[in-house]
């Protein structure tokens, strides 16, 4: 049997959708080859074949093409061939020619059938082959559906992942603009209670060296001042009550008489009068100046006791900043940084499992 090729018959490619109807098409492809290949034989044979050629090689060929079942289209011509007996007589063969007849037929039939067995043969390792490349393409079909469902997976957990990744960092970047603002505000809150207790801390001493001053004028000058204001008060006073008229006088002489009385007691009091004027005004400032500073050290006394007051919240809340300030990140990043004590092994363990509650129905 002659090498068949045939480029129809070249590997199917990977990816086909009809497979079925690409291998049927080839098969009948194949077929038709086949059986092309067998009438050439045959028509090779029976030109090789005297005694049963009916008309010229030529003109056999350029005849009408017979199909495969060559030899059963032959068994009538040679009946009707015999029938006429002048044709008989006409083409009668040779004596010697005879035995060839059922050898011929024998050669045809064992060509038949081997290249029928060839056919099947050959038919049954091509369905064969190309039942084993329809299993490698769909093995290699559903493989590669696999591989890619596992890569579009990947990739669906790539860019969820980066999703994630995008929305975690805009909120770092949110959260750092807030810790910055916040420390912004936290500071400018801490310089101006600063200012604040600066102030409070200078009014202080102030207050203080002025209640000093106070304490040390009150204590050495007061006293001395005061008695002599009301020596001279007593004084003033016993010199009016000496000058009142003492009984009754003529009204004539009256006039006279308490001009003459009033000269000699004038004088002193005059005296008393001139020496103390230029303290007069000093005894009046003083006196205001004193009051003055009663006054103002009431209101220190307040100042001071609410500061004292004040004083240990200010410190609690620089405490509380202060200890914010160091925790910042904890406190904001708790989440994250996951910064929980230590167990020890001496430490006791509290499960926080929780329970079902009953519903009351």
């Known amino acids: 049997m002659p090498a068949f090729r045939d480029h129809s018959l070249a590997p199917l490619p990977l990816g086909l959708a009809s497979e079925t109807s690409v291998l049927g098409s080839r098969l009948h492809a194949f077929q038709v080859c086949c059986l092309q290949l067998f009438g050439l034989r045959m028509t090779k044979i029976l030109s090789h074949s005297n005694s049963f050629q009916t008309q010229p090689l030529g003109d056999s060929l350029h005849g009408p093409q017979f199909p495969v079942s ?12 015999l029938k006429n007996p002048q044709g008989r007589i006409r083409q009668k063969p040779h004596l010697g020619k005879i035995p060839a007849k059922p050898r011929l037929m024998r050669m045809m039939l064992q060509n038949q059938r081997s290249l029928l067995q060839d056919v099947c043969d050959h038919e049954c390792f091509l ?18 559906a696999l591989q890619v469902r596992a890569i579009l997976r990947q990739e669906d957990i790539s860019l969820n992942m980066m999703d ?22 936290e500071e400018w809150k801490k310089n101006s209670l600063e200012q604040q207790a600066e102030q409070l ?3 202080i001493k102030n207050m203080q060296e002025l209640v000093s001053f106070l304490s ?21 006073q016993q010199v009016k009550d000496s000058q009142q008229p003492s009984g009754l006088a003529p009204t004539l002489y009256l006039p006279c008489i308490a001009a003459q009385e009033e000269a000699p007691r004038d004088r002193p009091l005059l005296c008393l009068q001139k020496t103390q004027y230029p303290h007069d005004k000093t005894l009046q400032q003083v006196i205001w100046d004193s009051w003055y ?18 004083m240990p919240t200010l410190r609690a809340d620089v405490e509380v900043l202060r200890t914010q300030v160091q925790d910042l990140q904890e406190v904001i990043f708790e989440d994250v940084l996951l910064q ?9 363990i509290i499960l926080n499992i929780p329970v079902e509650e009953l519903l009351p129905f």
């Open 70 to 81: 060559v030899p059963s289209k032959l068994m009538p011509l040679e009946t009707s061939q």
């Open 127 to 144: 369905t064969k082959q190309n039942e084993g490349v329809v299993r490698t393409i769909l093995d290699m079909e559903a493989s590669t």
């Open 164 to 185: 994630i990744l995008e929305y975690s960092n805009n909120k770092l970047q949110r959260s750092k603009s807030e810790l910055q603002e916040w420390r912004e505000k």
């Open 201 to 203: 801390n200078t009014r």
């Open 216 to 236: 040390t004028y009150m204590e050495h000058k007061y006293s001395l001042r005061s008695v002599q204001i009301a020596s001279l008060v007593c004084q003033l």
């Open 293 to 310: 500073q009663q006054k103002w050290m009431v209101k220190c006394r307040e100042l001071i006791d609410q500061s004292k007051e004040k």
């Open 340 to 348: 929980r004590p230590k167990c020890t092994p001496d430490m006791d």
